[in-house]
């Protein structure tokens, strides 16, 4: 009689329990829907209105991130980022600003194509990682994990004995108070002792105690992440094994060490209880879990950096991955040692839907290519293609051709030079200040400069126009430089002659038909043959269309 009327009770519990678990599986299934949402809008090409833009992560006056939209909407990185947590979009951001050498770009590679046929691990880091995101502050956490300690080492075992030795006074004085009935004399005197050492002890007790509560929550959800990519074979990769090596402190596996502190902090809250409380005083309680925790902290705290920058790396290799899985027909890129070189087959843009791919090839003896053409014919956008590409290519990631090879190489652009009101600069003194730039980064030749110069001083008359380039493009080459100039001046594209074969031109045409300007966006050999402002005036209204 008395189990059936207690049977709606356990009846409801155990609905609560499985209503739990089941409202999880359905919130992370909600999570991996609109995770493979957003993966089919890239595919579709609807992406642009949507993803982690970051202009924070670019430095001022960054020599090509404004130029070749790497940041911003509808940009690189909103395109690639897959990363949920702040450490992986700075890490993803990083490998987009700063070409990587040789055996780096091999090493994200050999990663990349390891992660890319690894969805189940992908959809985690993106699910898993945004619990991260929401709940965890990792500046603090890195702060509270370096922090000084509150306890010397020299000190833990004297007083881990000495808790430990009254803790064992107290339960034998207790006992032989209230079941050997020989008063409580013994246990007042213990009592008074205890507390006069946690009196002493109470400032950094306390000081350990609260600072623990946000971190253990923070790394109660970052011990799922590691969890998750400790139990993921590494095979195929040695970035992989290494990070994998990263998350572990010694022989200790990083969640592992978690969930010890997350024991530690649990037994702490224990004394919070008003039946328990009493007990707590006579063992110790506090002291021995301000202990536990400060030696876990000085273990294991100054690893915590170590975790999260390895968590970065991986979610952006995944993010990679995530794209390269996308784009299979995208291959990777061959880096090479040696002097600067870069030659791409079937360049495309990887941020346009349709594009017209064309090629490029720079290095020994062709240093230079001055691109003419019309107006809207395509100059800057073969710029912008290059550059893209070997961004993609230098941070590990397939780029958009058919093939492409290149050595590591500093890009420098002036695709997006603007002026100043608040800093009083013209457009033409901010150009200046930005091939300066590019010079001194020619000079410094680690790694060489891939120049790409988009109508360079037009903002001046052709006479000093001509002047001012031929004299920044000889220096340029000279320090060991290789890039492209677009110009619509045809004295500019004929003065590259000084350079002999280490110059060329090619150019991009166009044609009017039925009163229409048409263009094919192919890159030709030579120099353009027109111009098409004045057609161009007239098809949009400008000027009459005859005389």
Same mark, same amino acid.
């Given at each position: 009689?008395?189990?059936?009327?207690?049977?709606?009770?356990?009846?409801?519990?155990?609905?609560?329990?499985?209503?739990?678990?089941?409202?999880?599986?359905?919130?992370?299934?909600?999570?991996?829907?609109?995770?493979?949402?957003?993966?089919?809008?890239?595919?579709?090409?609807?992406?642009?209105?949507?993803?982690?833009?970051?202009?924070?992560?670019?430095?001022?006056?960054?020599?090509?991130?404004?130029?070749?939209?790497?940041?911003?909407?509808?940009?690189?990185?909103?395109?690639?980022?897959?990363?949920?947590?702040?450490?992986?979009?700075?890490?993803?951001?990083?490998?987009?600003?700063?070409?990587?050498?040789?055996?780096?770009?091999?090493?994200?590679?050999?990663?990349?194509?390891?992660?890319?046929? @690894?969805? =189940? *691990?992908?959809?985690?880091?993106? &699910? $898993? #990682?945004?619990?991260? %995101?929401?709940?965890? +502050?990792?500046?603090?956490?890195?702060?509270?994990?370096?922090?000084?300690?509150?306890?010397?080492?020299?000190?833990?075992?004297?007083?881990?004995?000495?808790?430990?030795?009254?803790?064992?006074?107290?339960?034998?004085?207790?006992?032989?108070?209230?079941?050997?009935?020989?008063?409580?004399?013994?246990?007042?005197?213990?009592?008074?002792?205890?507390?006069?050492?946690?009196?002493?002890?109470?400032?950094?007790?306390?000081?350990?105690?609260?600072?623990?509560?946000?971190? @253990?929550? =923070? *790394?109660?959800?970052?011990?799922? &992440? $590691? #969890?998750?990519?400790? %139990?993921?074979?590494? +095979?195929?990769?040695?970035?992989?094994?290494?990070?994998?090596?990263?998350?572990?402190?010694?022989?200790?596996?990083?969640?592992?060490?978690?969930?010890?502190?997350?024991?530690?902090?649990?037994?702490?809250?224990?004394?919070?209880?008003?039946?328990?409380?009493?007990?707590?005083?006579?063992?110790?309680?506090?002291?021995?879990?301000?202990?536990?925790?400060?030696?876990?902290?000085?273990?294991?705290?100054?690893?915590?950096?170590?975790?999260?920058?390895?968590?970065?790396?991986?979610?952006? *290799?995944?993010?990679?991955?995530?794209?390269?899985?996308?784009?299979?027909?995208?291959?990777?890129?061959?880096?090479?040692?040696?002097?600067?070189?870069?030659?791409?087959?079937?360049?495309?843009?990887?941020?346009?839907?349709?594009?017209?791919?064309?090629?490029?090839?720079?290095?020994?003896?062709?240093?230079?290519?001055?691109?003419?053409?019309?107006?809207?014919?395509?100059?800057?956008?073969?710029?912008?293609?290059?550059?893209?590409?070997?961004?993609?290519?230098?941070?590990?990631?397939?780029?958009?051709?058919?093939?492409?090879?290149?050595?590591?190489?500093?890009?420098?652009?002036? *695709?997006?030079?603007?002026?100043?009101?608040?800093?009083?600069?013209?457009?033409?003194?901010?150009?200046?200040?930005?091939?300066?730039?590019?010079?001194?980064?020619?000079?410094?030749?680690?790694?060489?400069?891939?120049?790409?110069?988009?109508?360079?001083?037009?903002?001046?008359?052709?006479?000093?126009?001509?002047?001012?380039?031929?004299?920044?493009?000889?220096?340029?080459?000279?320090?060991?430089?290789?890039?492209?100039?677009?110009?619509?001046?045809?004295?500019?594209?004929?003065?590259?002659?000084?350079?002999?074969?280490?110059?060329?031109?090619?150019?991009?045409?166009?044609?009017?038909?039925?009163?229409?300007?048409?263009?094919?966006?192919?890159?030709?050999?030579?120099?353009?043959?027109?111009?098409?402002?004045?057609?161009?005036?007239?098809?949009?209204?400008?000027?009459?269309?005859?005389?």
């Amino acid at each position: 009689m008395l189990a059936a009327s207690f049977a709606p009770l356990f009846g409801f519990f155990a609905l609560v329990v499985l209503h739990e678990g089941a409202y999880r599986r359905r919130a992370r299934a909600e999570l991996a829907v609109e995770h493979y949402r957003r993966a089919l809008r890239r595919l579709d090409d609807e992406w642009r209105d949507e993803g982690v833009q970051h202009r924070e992560f670019v430095p001022a006056d960054h020599p090509y991130a404004g130029d070749l939209d790497l940041f911003g909407p509808a940009s690189l990185f909103a395109l690639l980022c897959a990363a949920r947590t702040r450490g992986g979009e700075a890490t993803l951001a990083r490998w987009l600003l700063q070409p990587a050498t040789v055996e780096e770009v091999a090493a994200r590679q050999e990663a990349v194509l390891a992660l890319r046929e @690894r969805l =189940d *691990l992908r959809e985690d880091l993106a &699910l $898993l #990682g945004g619990d991260v %995101r929401a709940a965890v +502050a990792p500046e603090a956490l890195v702060a509270w994990g370096g922090a000084p300690p509150q306890i010397d080492a020299a000190r833990f075992v004297p007083l881990r004995l000495l808790a430990s030795a009254l803790a064992l006074a107290g339960v034998v004085t207790a006992v032989l108070a209230f079941a050997a009935d020989l008063g409580f004399v013994p246990l007042l005197i213990v009592a008074v002792i205890e507390g006069v050492v946690m009196r002493a002890l109470r400032p950094r007790t306390a000081a350990i105690v609260a600072a623990v509560e946000g971190p @253990r929550r =923070d *790394l109660d959800v970052i011990a799922q &992440l $590691l #969890g998750r990519v400790e %139990r993921e074979p590494t +095979a195929g990769s040695r970035r992989l094994a290494e990070l994998a090596a990263e998350l572990r402190t010694g022989e200790v596996a990083g969640s592992t060490a978690i969930a010890r502190l997350a024991r530690a902090v649990d037994w702490l809250e224990a004394r919070k209880s008003g039946l328990f409380a009493p007990i707590a005083f006579l063992l110790m309680w506090e002291l021995h879990g301000a202990l536990t925790v400060e030696r876990w902290r000085q273990t294991h705290g100054p690893s915590i950096a170590r975790w999260l920058a390895a968590l970065g790396q991986l979610e952006a *290799l995944a993010s990679l991955a995530t794209y390269a899985y996308e784009r299979p027909e995208d291959p990777m890129p061959t880096i090479v040692s040696g002097g600067p070189q870069v030659a791409g087959e079937a360049l495309r843009h990887p941020l346009l839907r349709a594009c017209v791919a064309n090629s490029v090839a720079l290095g020994e003896p062709l240093r230079v290519m001055m691109v003419s053409g019309s107006n809207m014919s395509g100059k800057s956008t073969l710029l912008r293609t290059l550059g893209i590409n070997v961004v993609l290519a230098l941070a590990g990631a397939p780029v958009s051709a058919k093939s492409m090879t290149l050595s590591p190489l500093q890009i420098g652009a002036t *695709l997006r030079i603007e002026d100043s009101l608040q800093n009083a600069r013209s457009r033409f003194y901010s150009e200046l200040r930005r091939l300066l730039q590019l010079r001194d980064l020619a000079r410094a030749a680690a790694p060489p400069l891939l120049f790409l110069l988009d109508e360079i001083f037009h903002g001046t008359n052709s006479h000093d126009r001509k002047i001012g380039a031929e004299a920044v493009l000889r220096a340029l080459v000279e320090e060991g430089a290789i890039g492209l100039c677009t110009t619509h001046d045809l004295a500019l594209a004929e003065a590259v002659a000084d350079l002999g074969p280490r110059a060329c031109n090619v150019h991009f045409a166009d044609e009017v038909v039925e009163g229409n300007l048409v263009f094919d966006y192919r890159m030709r050999p030579g120099l353009v043959g027109r111009s098409n402002a004045i057609a161009l005036m007239r098809a949009i209204g400008l000027l009459p269309a005859s005389g």
